[in-house]
């Protein structure tokens, strides 16, 4: 997630310069055939080319409007863990007389954090993080999660039997959450603690599952395909066509223009349809970099920060002193 002030002209130029060469080149052909080549009647009526653009216009801001609400939806997913995360931390602490048994249930909470995290950051065919105009942007940070290998994180958090138990399932995060469950029963059978705190724990419990289920919902569910595809194709026909439907209109400028500009003005289409197309590929890749909220983008929710702030504050609720750093934003970017 960017929290600085704004993304700067130039970072944003350097991002969608690929598009801007394309761009460049689908404007510069039509004004040679139709200038240079004298092919009077390459042309595409310009009330076509209107209409397609408000189309496009359409579609292309319904897919972002849909992509942020997914990036929001998630963003309000990850702070209702955080509140679940400290709620659960003060029940252990403060139900159960054995500070072992709350070590142990609180840190296999961080553990449980940590592989829901690596499961979000595992990549999917459909996301765009390592795509190459968000590879080369990751220069500006690290994902930490391709940083540190998976098993050094939990081994901080739970013994080596243990990870070698969920190591070996599909769904790591959620055998941690049955193994708190069977630890909870456990302790109840002992009557550790009373029937009431061992219903008020199942339902954290639950809510956990439940978050995770959402946030699992969000990685395995691309953004409609179809909706995708539909996107792609207005905005690439748009910008095919636009310098095309602009060189009749800009040609007639001519008996306007004087001196050097006289008989050379259809040369303006070329800035012109790069700009009003510029506009609409870069809402695309805008839109594009923001449908899968767990990728490691730029653009995402930071995680990997707010699982590090989960954990300060629950070592904090056990009275710990030698406390994690909390993880700095990276040029204005937190992951």
Not at 95 to 104: A, G, K
Request: hydrophobic share 40%; with cysteine; net charge neutral.
């Amino acid at each position: 997630m960017h929290i600085g002030r704004s993304y700067k002209l130039s970072d944003f130029l350097f991002w969608t310069r690929r598009k801007i060469y394309i761009l460049v080149i689908l404007g510069t052909v039509p004004v040679i055939l139709y200038h240079v080549l004298g092919l009077r009647w390459l042309v595409v009526p310009w009330t076509v080319v209107s209409i397609l653009g408000t189309a496009t216009a359409f579609i292309v801001g319904f897919k972002n409007t849909q992509t942020y609400s997914r990036t929001r939806d998630a963003q309000a997913i990850w702070t209702n863990i955080a509140n679940t995360s400290k709620a659960w931390a003060i029940m252990c602490r403060d139900y159960f007389q054995d500070p072992e048994l709350v070590r142990t249930l609180v840190y296999r909470h961080f553990a449980w954090l940590t592989a829901l995290r690596y499961q979000l950051r595992e990549e999917r065919v459909w996301e765009g993080a390592d795509r190459s105009h968000n590879a080369e942007y990751q220069r500006y940070y690290e994902i930490p999660e391709r940083v540190t290998a998976f098993k050094d994180e939990m081994l901080k958090y739970i013994p080596e039997k243990e990870l070698a138990y969920i190591s070996g399932t599909r769904d790591k995060a959620s055998q941690l959450l049955a193994l708190q469950s069977q630890t909870m029963r456990t302790a109840y059978e002992g009557q550790a603690a009373m029937p009431s705190q061992f219903v008020e724990i199942q339902r954290a419990l639950n809510n956990l599952f439940s978050q995770q289920g959402q946030c699992q919902s969000f990685k395995e569910t691309p953004y409609p395909r179809q909706y995708s595809i539909i996107n792609t194709i207005f905005v690439r026909i748009f910008r095919l066509l636009l310098p095309f439907g602009m060189l009749q209109e800009v040609d007639k400028l001519n008996s306007l223009a004087g001196g050097l500009m006289k008989g050379n003005m259809i040369w303006l289409v070329i800035p012109f349809s790069v700009i009003i197309s510029w506009m609409y590929t870069s809402l695309e890749q805008v839109g594009e970099s923001t449908e899968n909220p767990f990728e490691g983008s730029a653009n995402d929710v930071p995680i990997s920060q707010i699982c590090r702030e989960i954990e300060i504050d629950l070592r904090e609720i056990l009275g710990e002193t030698a406390l994690p750093v909390p993880l700095k934003p990276q040029n204005d970017i937190v992951v």
